[in-house]
């Protein structure tokens, strides 16, 4: 008897301690998972530790023209925009800003004079992009294949520099040549065009459209990058 109840009583309790741990799993299970709901809601938009490389990260998931899952290293920042202040420019467009780390430093070193228009085609980053209070920066979300329409909507004339983080091995070879061909046409004599690539497929194209090609290579990003400075003589 006593040794069937004992038994009765070890099942009970086995089956409670099964429920307990149960319970326990289950609880860590939603904890997990409400915490990676706040992950991911921080990078939609929310938190601020985590955010950049979730923003990236979704944002590229849902979007692969951002062509990067976390924004240009500050070695990279810093050597393109070396490459910008080079040319001492006033006017300046810059293409596929996403949420504004080359746009911040570039505003940085602009006169006060200055302009710098900032083109974005993803909404997502276009939402942080505008959220950047300075009476220089104009921002437009769509793509820099309109980029004349775009210019022309911001009252802009002539640039002194462009300078591009999008991917140019998405567009289409006749879309390359047309894009950059819409650059060197809306560049000033003396104005350059800065260009921060990983691959090297630009080249021949640069050499075709401007009359000097300057490379760097910055291997402190991942991936490495090519800053290119193509010059309008
Ligand atoms: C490699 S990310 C560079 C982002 C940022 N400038 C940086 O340095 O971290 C390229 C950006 O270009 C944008 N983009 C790609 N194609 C574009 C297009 N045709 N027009 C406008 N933006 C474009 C993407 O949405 C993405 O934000």
Redesign the pocket.
């Known amino acids: 008897m006593t040794k069937n109840k004992e038994s009765i009583d070890i099942k009970r309790s086995g089956r409670e301690t099964f429920a307990r741990v149960d319970a326990y799993i289950q609880e860590k299970i939603l904890k997990s998972r409400d915490g990676f709901s706040l992950l991911l809601k921080a990078g939609a938009g929310g938190g601020r530790a985590l955010r950049k490389p979730f923003s990236y990260l979704g944002t590229f998931i849902g979007?692969s023209?951002?062509?990067?899952i976390h924004?240009?290293s500050k070695y990279l920042?810093a050597r393109v925009v070396r490459a910008v202040e080079q040319g001492r420019p006033r006017v300046i467009v810059e293409?596929?800003?996403?949420e504004g780390?080359?746009t911040k430093r570039i505003l940085k070193g602009l006169p006060q004079d200055g302009l710098l228009a900032a083109?974005?085609?993803?909404a997502g980053?276009y939402k942080d992009l505008s959220e950047i209070k300075d009476a220089r920066l104009r921002t437009a979300c769509?793509?820099?294949?309109d980029i004349r329409k775009i210019l022309a909507a911001m009252g802009i004339g002539k640039a002194d520099c462009f300078v591009s983080?999008?991917?140019f091995s998405?567009l289409s070879p006749e879309e390359r040549a047309a894009l950059l061909h819409e650059v060197y046409c809306q560049l000033q004599h003396g104005g350059r065009f800065v260009a921060y690539q990983c691959t090297t497929h630009l080249i021949p194209l640069l050499r075709k459209q401007f009359q000097q090609v300057k490379m760097e290579l910055e291997i402190r990003n991942m991936p490495p990058h090519f800053v290119f400075t193509a010059i309008k003589k």
């Open positions: 979007d023209g951002v062509a990067a924004p240009s920042v293409f596929g800003a996403a780390v080359m083109v974005e085609r993803n980053f769509g793509d820099v294949r983080g999008i991917p998405f």
